[in-house]
Each structure stands twice: as C-alpha cells, then as structure tokens.
C-alpha cells in the first residue's frame, strides 16, 4: 500500500487554508482590541514594573586605553602621486621628531596609492601634526590626517 498525501495541488490548497485562516484569527483580534475586549490568549506578556531615575545605572563603554609613552602611527590620505616619503617626512617634521614616514605603493604598478603613515615619537606631537595638517595643502592635494588604526 502507498502512503498518499495528494500531491502539490494539495499542499498548495493547504497552505492557502493555513493563509486564510490566519488572516482571519488577526482581523478578529484587532476588532476585539480596538473594541477593549482582551482575551488571555490576546493578552501580551505581564506588565513592566515602573522604573524610578534612582535605579538606573549608565554606564560609559570603556574604550581600549592608548599608548601616550609610546611612538603614534597617523594615516594620511590625499597625497598626491608625486609625493615622496622624504617629503611627507619634511612637511610633519615641523610638528615634532617624525620616527617613520611611509607612503604606500601599488604591488603591480609600482604607483603611489595616495596614502602613507607617519610615526611620531610623542603623542602630543601627533596630536598636533593631526591638528595642524588636516585639510591642509601639500603638493596640490589636500590631506586628511587621522589616527592610523591597527590591522
């Protein structure tokens, strides 16, 4: 004997059952709540306690701490396809003791990607390199200087 469960057109006339049937239970519910009539089965779950302002507690994310001995890496963007690391090194050396400047080139090409970094010794020089040559010129090209982040 064969276990026969009607086929396609069957599922799919049960499934348009199961549809129907469904819209129905929701209308019926939202006339009975627009009509204040709130079953068990309707009602949702128990209601929140309230909460007073004394029991609430914020808290701040504690954020990953930075190293303010140590040398500080910035990401320069915009430069332009001209420019050298010498001449990065120059145009941030004003700031104070630049340890590193790298401009980074393409691997097929051999050009220039239009980023680079640059490492100061103190945090405080790069705070003010940052300050002081975002949005500026250098070679034609404006830069957007910010704090490298780690790979």
């Known amino acids: 004997m064969r276990n026969y469960t009607g086929g396609k057109r069957q599922r799919e006339a049960d499934r348009g059952r ?9 209308r019926r519910n939202r006339l009975a709540r627009a009509h204040g009539d709130v079953s068990p089965e309707m009602a949702g ?7 007073n ?11 990953p701490r930075r190293n303010t001995m140590g040398p500080v890496r910035l990401f320069v963007g915009g430069l332009d396809s001209s420019t050298t690391a010498e001449s990065l090194r120059t ?4 700031f104070g003791t630049v340890e590193d400047a790298a401009i980074i080139f393409d691997r097929t090409t051999g050009r220039s990607r239009g980023f680079g ?5 103190a945090s405080a ?13 250098l070679d ?4 957007k200087v910010n704090n490298a982040e780690a790979r």
């Open 18 to 26: 199961r549809t129907k049937d469904k819209a129905e239970r929701l």
């Open 45 to 51: 779950p128990e209601a929140l306690p309230a909460v």
């Open 53 to 63: 302002l004394e029991d609430v507690v914020i808290s701040v994310p504690s954020q």
């Open 91 to 94: 145009a941030f050396g004003r």
């Open 117 to 121: 970094f640059v490492t100061f010794s």
């Open 125 to 137: 020089e790069a705070g003010a390199a940052m300050a002081g040559m975002n949005g500026r010129e």
């Open 140 to 143: 034609g090209r404006i830069l």
